[in-house]
């Protein structure tokens, strides 16, 4: 970078080269004069790779360093992966956040579990309305995605006009709100965009998505003839699918009955935000637990097996009002994301050993994703015409093939970024510069801390190999004042109770050994004794890995 003209960067750090905690920043001006942008804000669900830990979010240490540059937070749409860490992350950096009213509600829900709706700057914007952030230019433009008000932004800027696509796909007969404009869209591309930066989540399908409509019909067909109970999970902030099993109920002469404190509080927020007027009358729990098996239809959380979510508390008889019995039936209304297949396969067989007929994607067409196939993708390109492309939200293997498919459709430029990559878009970009600071953050109950913290990553160690506490109490004289005290964690022992002795002895065997100037020393007498601990219960089972190993020395007066 020069130091004196003016440049227009591209630094993701998160939602390139993984599906979830999308953020992205968009910087204009001279070297690191740079004034920022960012959009989107969102989480992600850890895996078993971080044990203890619900949620990861971006580490925002490069843009909280720069505070006083970041112009503003603007959120293309209300689902979690986007908006979800705005009450953890934006503490840090106390800049205004830029929402449609969908998600300004959801938004304002959020901040006030956190204590923070007084401090926050909520700047509400219609549909399709622009505001100006310093150099940037910013019109929200309505597409269709499988959540209320979904946005791209067409961010002008003076070095080139960008289209920012967020969550998309192509709805031809979307049942909550319009369809994408193609006049609006082909103008957008006659205006000249210098780069589209896209989401690559499902490039692998080479159709069109589908449409809600669609599935409607099928499911309404599908469940006509249903004797038992029916229950349908979906994603909560999928309030179109919510509307559509409602419907659902209706035609089949059941009543509806929500259930998740989620998916209630999404209903609510669209009917604030004036959807869903036509709503049917919804029974409570108690109510429908009471009522004739073939008369009910539930709506549940729990799409993907989460243990505390709805659909599991009442597989596993959690639920005081509802329960599964045989001849029921229970439709997962929802794509598995990578991951989950293990804790909903337990689900699946729960059900199925209650005597319920489990009916998934894979089953019958009661699913259709959010985002765009490729023939969509490619529908996109035709109208925006950019001279790059940068492929986003996805994995490695997603943003590289929408990168191919781009080339295949004459798109002379791309550049396939990962999170922390700062790239040059103007002038002569695509260029990556550098590698910026980035990671994850992890919440642990109300701390948040890296992802990579001595304590999450200790936990996972004890997780796959346990761990071990030695105790010693010594006498003024270096004597042990007491036989070791040894507390197994997770470590198998043989049907002799064999480990414990095993380790005493190599422990004592070591201790007689020691010179008087480790035995003083607390910390030297600490790793001494790790040592062999360690060594000695990792032989005893004959493992590859030893356990945590942790000593304690205690040293009376007198």
Same mark, same amino acid.
């Given at each position: 970078?020069?130091?004196?003209?003016?440049?227009?960067?591209?630094?993701?750090?998160?939602?390139?080269?993984?599906?979830?905690?999308?953020?992205?920043?968009?910087?204009?001006?001279?070297?690191?004069?740079?004034?920022?942008?960012?959009?989107?804000?969102?989480?992600?669900?850890?895996?078993?790779?971080?044990?203890?830990?619900?949620?990861?979010?971006?580490?925002?240490?490069?843009?909280?360093?720069?505070?006083?540059?970041?112009?503003?937070?603007?959120?293309?749409?209300?689902?979690?992966?986007?908006?979800?860490?705005?009450?953890?992350?934006?503490?840090?950096?106390?800049?205004?956040?830029?929402?449609?009213?969908?998600?300004?509600?959801?938004?304002?829900?959020?901040?006030?579990?956190?204590?923070?709706?007084?401090?926050?700057?909520?700047?509400?914007?219609?549909?399709?309305?622009?505001?100006?952030?310093?150099?940037?230019?910013?019109?929200?433009?309505?597409?269709?995605?499988?959540?209320?008000?979904?946005?791209?932004?067409?961010?002008?800027?003076?070095?080139?006009?960008?289209?920012?696509?967020?969550?998309?796909?192509?709805?031809?007969?979307?049942?909550?709100?319009?369809?994408?404009?193609?006049?609006?869209?082909?103008?957008?591309?006659?205006?000249?965009?210098?780069?589209?930066?896209?989401?690559?989540?499902?490039?692998?399908?080479?159709?069109?998505?589908?449409?809600?409509?669609?599935?409607?019909?099928?499911?309404?067909?599908?469940?006509?003839?249903?004797?038992?109970?029916?229950?349908?999970?979906?994603?909560?902030?999928?309030?179109?699918?919510?509307?559509?099993?409602?419907?659902?109920?209706?035609?089949?002469?059941?009543?509806?009955?929500?259930?998740?404190?989620?998916?209630?509080?999404?209903?609510?927020?669209?009917?604030?935000?004036?959807?869903?007027?036509?709503?049917?009358?919804?029974?409570?729990?108690?109510?429908?637990?009471?009522?004739?098996?073939d008369k009910v239809l539930f709506v549940c959380t729990g799409c993907q097996g989460e243990a505390?979510?709805?659909?599991?508390?009442?597989a596993q008889d959690n639920n005081r009002n509802i329960s599964i019995s045989r001849g029921d039936?229970?439709?997962?209304?929802?794509?598995?994301?990578?991951?989950?297949?293990?804790?909903?396969?337990?689900?699946?067989?729960?059900?199925?050993?209650?005597?319920?007929?489990?009916?998934?994607?894979?089953?019958?067409?009661?699913?259709?994703?959010?985002?765009?196939?490729?023939?969509?993708?490619?529908?996109?390109?035709?109208?925006?015409?950019?001279?790059?492309?940068?492929?986003?939200?996805?994995?490695?293997?997603?943003?590289?093939?929408?990168?191919?498919?781009?080339?295949?459709?004459?798109?002379?430029?791309?550049?396939?970024?990962?999170?922390?990559?700062?790239?040059?878009?103007?002038?002569?970009?695509?260029?990556?510069?550098r590698e910026e600071e980035h990671g994850y953050l992890a919440l642990d109950g109300q701390f948040?801390?890296?992802? =990579?913290?001595?304590? !999450? *990553?200790? %936990? &996972?160690?004890?997780?796959?190999? /346990?761990?071990?506490?030695?105790?010693? #109490?010594?006498?003024?004289?270096?004597?042990?004042?007491?036989?070791?005290?040894?507390?197994?964690?997770?470590?198998?022992?043989?049907?002799?109770?064999?480990?414990?002795?095993?380790?005493?002895?190599?422990?004592?065997?070591?201790?007689?050994?020691?010179?008087?100037?480790?035995?003083?020393?607390?910390?030297?007498?600490? =790793?001494?004794?790790? !040592? *062999?601990? %360690? &060594?000695?219960?990792?032989?005893? /089972?004959?493992?590859?890995?030893?356990? #945590?190993?942790?000593?304690?020395?205690?040293?009376?007066?007198?």
């Amino acid at each position: 970078m020069t130091e004196d003209r003016d440049e227009l960067h591209f630094l993701p750090l998160g939602g390139s080269g993984e599906i979830g905690m999308n953020l992205n920043l968009f910087g204009y001006g001279p070297n690191d004069r740079q004034q920022w942008i960012m959009v989107d804000c969102g989480i992600s669900f850890a895996d078993i790779y971080y044990p203890g830990i619900d949620l990861l979010m971006p580490d925002i240490g490069f843009i909280e360093d720069r505070k006083d540059q970041l112009l503003g937070m603007i959120i293309t749409h209300a689902h979690e992966d986007h908006v979800g860490a705005v009450a953890h992350l934006w503490p840090y950096l106390r800049c205004p956040v830029y929402v449609t009213p969908f998600t300004a509600i959801l938004l304002r829900s959020k901040l006030e579990e956190k204590g923070l709706l007084d401090q926050v700057e909520i700047r509400e914007i219609p549909l399709g309305g622009s505001f100006e952030l310093g150099p940037f230019e910013v019109d929200y433009v309505s597409l269709t995605h499988s959540i209320l008000e979904p946005n791209a932004l067409k961010i002008k800027t003076p070095l080139g006009n960008l289209f920012h696509t967020g969550d998309w796909k192509l709805d031809p007969d979307p049942l909550i709100g319009d369809a994408v404009d193609a006049t609006e869209m082909g103008n957008i591309g006659d205006e000249g965009v210098l780069a589209l930066i896209c989401d690559s989540t499902n490039v692998f399908n080479v159709q069109s998505t589908g449409s809600e409509k669609t599935v409607r019909d099928n499911m309404i067909q599908l469940l006509s003839d249903k004797k038992g109970k029916v229950f349908c999970t979906t994603f909560a902030s999928n309030v179109v699918r919510v509307e559509t099993l409602a419907r659902v109920a209706q035609s089949s002469g059941r009543h509806l009955c929500m259930v998740g404190a989620s998916l209630k509080r999404n209903v609510s927020a669209a009917r604030a935000a004036g959807y869903l007027k036509d709503f049917p009358p919804v029974v409570d729990e108690e109510e429908a637990g009471h009522l004739p098996p073939d008369k009910v239809l539930f709506v549940c959380t729990g799409c993907q097996g989460e243990a505390r979510a709805a659909m599991m508390r009442i597989a596993q008889d959690n639920n005081r009002n509802i329960s599964i019995s045989r001849g029921d039936t229970v439709v997962f209304s929802s794509k598995i994301i990578p991951g989950n297949e293990l804790p909903l396969g337990r689900l699946h067989n729960h059900l199925v050993d209650k005597g319920a007929e489990v009916i998934t994607e894979k089953d019958a067409f009661v699913h259709v994703s959010g985002h765009p196939g490729q023939k969509e993708l490619c529908q996109m390109y035709r109208w925006i015409r950019p001279e790059i492309l940068v492929p986003v939200h996805g994995e490695l293997r997603h943003m590289t093939r929408q990168a191919e498919l781009g080339r295949e459709h004459g798109i002379r430029k791309g550049i396939v970024p990962r999170n922390g990559h700062r790239i040059r878009l103007a002038p002569d970009g695509p260029e990556l510069i550098r590698e910026e600071e980035h990671g994850y953050l992890a919440l642990d109950g109300q701390f948040l801390v890296s992802a =990579e913290d001595e304590a !999450i *990553v200790t %936990r &996972r160690r004890i997780m796959y190999n /346990g761990g071990l506490v030695v105790t010693l #109490v010594l006498k003024p004289d270096f004597d042990l004042a007491c036989s070791p005290e040894i507390t197994l964690l997770g470590i198998v022992d043989d049907d002799e109770g064999g480990v414990i002795p095993y380790i005493k002895q190599h422990i004592l065997d070591r201790y007689d050994r020691l010179p008087n100037r480790i035995l003083r020393d607390d910390n030297a007498l600490k =790793e001494e004794i790790r !040592i *062999v601990a %360690r &060594r000695s219960s990792k032989a005893f /089972g004959n493992r590859e890995t030893g356990p #945590v190993t942790i000593v304690n020395i205690l040293r009376p007066n007198g």
